[in-house]
């Protein structure tokens, strides 16, 4: 039985699940390095994407958690908003395989079946709500060059080695967040050309990043001019 949306999963709800199942599948898992991260956009009750993967990508599961969590709330609100449909029909709950890599090269996919061994069958422990999946593939991510020319006039902005680092790094967590985005939209509406769906998240990258630098920038020329201040 689906649940109607607008219905909402919780965090703890998962882990009880996770931990109600047969002693023997839960070694298996943990032996397999399998693990999984819940992460809910900040302003929004649901979807709450679950972030699986191994072990030894744990790290990047955590910037990814990181970019839902945190940076869509510092996302201009026009940013968040052109999601606004997409998200209130997205699935309550949303499985996203991290992987280091695809064989087929893709960045992400959306799944049009659940393939993650724990939510692949109907659970009463999980109220019957309804469950999306999509994979990821960050490894790619990390060089992948979403806007080559404006990505480059962004980069230049930030010459100092600390701040440079720091941009990369929302840099990928922005790109991360966006393909998320991107997918989630090819879930709840199977029939928009990507064309229209590609636009709508190249924008939301571009937007997203354009305000990041502008902040940075502005308090990069503050900090300047205090440091004038002091030596004159
Ligand atoms: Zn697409």
């Not at 695809?102 to 069958?121: T, Y």
């Not at 929302?170 to 590609?198: D, G, M, W, Y």
Request: charged share 25%.
């Amino acid at each position: 039985m689906r649940m109607p949306s607008g219905s909402v999963i919780s965090a703890a709800a998962i882990a009880e699940y996770l931990h109600s199942r047969r002693r023997w599948v839960r070694w298996r898992e943990r032996l397999a390095g399998r693990q999984y991260l819940p992460a809910r956009l900040g302003d929004r009750c649901s979807p709450l994407y679950l972030v699986a993967h191994h072990l030894r990508d744990a790290g990047a599961a955590r910037q990814l958690s990181l970019a839902i969590e945190q940076d869509w709330m510092g996302v201009p609100k026009p940013c968040r908003d052109a999601y606004d449909r997409t998200l209130s029909q997205a699935p309550t709950l949303m499985v996203v395989q991290l992987r280091r890599r695809n064989a087929c090269g893709c960045l992400g996919h959306r799944h049009s079946v659940v393939k993650e061994a724990p939510f692949a069958e109907p659970h009463d422990a999980l109220g019957g709500v309804e469950i999306g999946e999509m994979d990821l593939a960050y490894k790619p991510v990390e060089t992948w060059r979403a806007l080559p020319l404006s990505d480059t006039a962004m980069d230049a902005k930030f010459s100092e080695g600390s701040r440079l680092e720091e941009f990369h790094k929302v840099q990928f967590r922005l790109k991360l967040l966006s393909i998320i985005l991107h997918e989630t939209n090819h879930l709840v509406s199977p029939q928009e050309p990507e064309i229209a769906i590609r636009q709508r998240s190249v924008s939301f990258y571009h937007d997203a990043l354009a305000a990041y630098v502008e902040n940075a920038t502005s308090t990069l020329s503050l900090t300047i001019d205090r440091s004038f201040f002091r030596f004159g």
